[in-house]
């Protein structure tokens, strides 16, 4: 099976980039509900099911709306107004979705248009982005941003329809039209406007998804580049020792240990420091702005920020520079 994406001339000119905080909701949402952890993601998905499944998230609103399987509702990926927008813009463009477009998502899914409450919609979206995705944020948004840059410069250097062309295995461009095989629900311009937005995701390979709805642009969502590298431990030793030289050796140690998201009672048995101490570093590393707060359940979770995964990976880092350049 296969469906196309017939593009004029205006169609290339606005096309565009978008990361999208609502795609990578919804497709790492899709992913958790596999019995089976993915193996690209099993590191997070390990982490991150237990903290879903305490706040019943598995088995709210949003669990109805996204149930896995092919389909999406739509009305939770509403048009980027930017190329990097944010998850209450996001959210703010939900509230507002229509009756008709929200009847048409409830008609397709194991839930009555009744049921859908926006408000505690919205409510249960901002909980699981706070346990599952904003103490990795700084890591995805990197990768994803990574992805947007390598590709808006092949675009200058080649052209928009050799980028086009290279998206996915499934999707292929010829003499002005996109071509996706293997779709059960493509893209056509009879269901969209005019355009294209681009979305490269973490979560969602390794297929590409689609929203087609008039009159805005279609969507088409793409495992971004460097997918399998998004997990790996990142901490440098001679890295860790430099900036145990500026910021102390206690407080190196533990921004070592945030390569994954951790709580301050986990960080002060693996670092051998007391609570007090653990919680006493973080406050300062906190208002250093290179850790953030998150709160899960009765506990605070602390995450690097992009600014000391930069410190603490100066290589990592510099080839990613070094690709968008």
């Known amino acids: 099976m296969e469906s196309e994406l017939i593009f004029s001339a205006a169609d290339l000119a606005q096309t565009r980039f978008a990361v999208s905080p609502m795609w990578e909701v919804v497709t790492s949402f899709r992913l958790l509900?596999?019995?089976?952890?993915?193996?690209?993601?099993?590191?997070?998905?390990?982490?991150?099911?237990?903290?879903?499944?305490?706040?019943?998230?598995?088995?709210?609103?949003?669990?109805?709306?996204?149930?896995?399987?092919?389909?999406?509702?739509?009305?939770?990926?509403?048009?980027?107004?930017?190329?990097?927008?944010?998850?209450?813009?996001?959210?703010?463009a939900i509230r507002a979705a229509s009756p008709e477009l929200i009847r048409r998502d409830a008609g397709k899914l194991p839930v009555e248009e009744g049921e859908i409450d926006l408000g505690l919609l919205c409510a249960e979206i901002e909980t699981y982005w706070e346990l599952a995705l904003a103490p990795y944020w700084a890591r995805i948004r990197s990768l994803l941003e990574a992805d947007v840059f390598h590709r808006a410069r092949q675009v200058?250097?080649?052209?928009?329809?050799?980028v086009l062309g290279e998206l996915h295995e499934t999707v292929r461009w010829d003499d002005g039209t996109l071509r996706m095989?293997?779709?059960?629900?493509?893209?056509?311009?009879?269901?969209?406007?005019?355009?294209?937005?681009?979305?490269?995701?973490?979560?969602?390979?390794?297929?590409?998804?689609?929203?087609?709805?008039?009159?805005d642009p279609p969507q088409l969502a793409y495992p971004a580049r460097g997918i399998g590298n998004l997990w790996e431990p990142r901490t440098t030793g001679t890295a860790t020792e430099a900036v145990a030289a500026v910021l102390g050796r206690s407080r190196a140690l533990l921004l070592a240990e945030l390569d994954t998201p951790?709580?301050?009672?986990?960080?002060?048995?693996?670092?051998?420091l007391s609570a007090a101490a653990v919680s006493q570093h973080l406050i300062a590393l906190k208002h250093a702005g290179l850790v953030s707060a998150h709160r899960s359940g009765r506990s605070v979770l602390y995450a690097r920020t992009a600014?000391?995964?930069?410190?603490?990976?100066?290589?990592?880092?510099?080839?990613?520079?070094l690709e968008t350049l």
């Open 262 to 272: 951790a709580s301050t009672t986990q960080l002060a048995a693996t670092a051998g």
């Open 181 to 215: 095989v293997r779709r059960s629900c493509g893209l056509t311009r009879d269901k969209a406007g005019s355009g294209l937005l681009l979305i490269p995701s973490a979560f969602a390979w390794p297929k590409v998804l689609t929203r087609s709805v008039a009159p």
């Open 307 to 321: 600014v000391a995964d930069a410190l603490l990976c100066p290589d990592s880092h510099a080839h990613r520079r």
């Open 33 to 92: 509900r596999d019995t089976v952890d993915p193996p690209l993601h099993r590191r997070w998905a390990a982490q991150v099911r237990p903290r879903v499944a305490r706040a019943g998230l598995d088995r709210g609103l949003l669990a109805k709306l996204v149930p896995g399987g092919v389909f999406l509702a739509d009305f939770l990926t509403p048009t980027p107004t930017g190329p990097f927008p944010t998850l209450a813009g996001e959210l703010d």
């Open 156 to 162: 200058a250097e080649h052209g928009s329809a050799r």
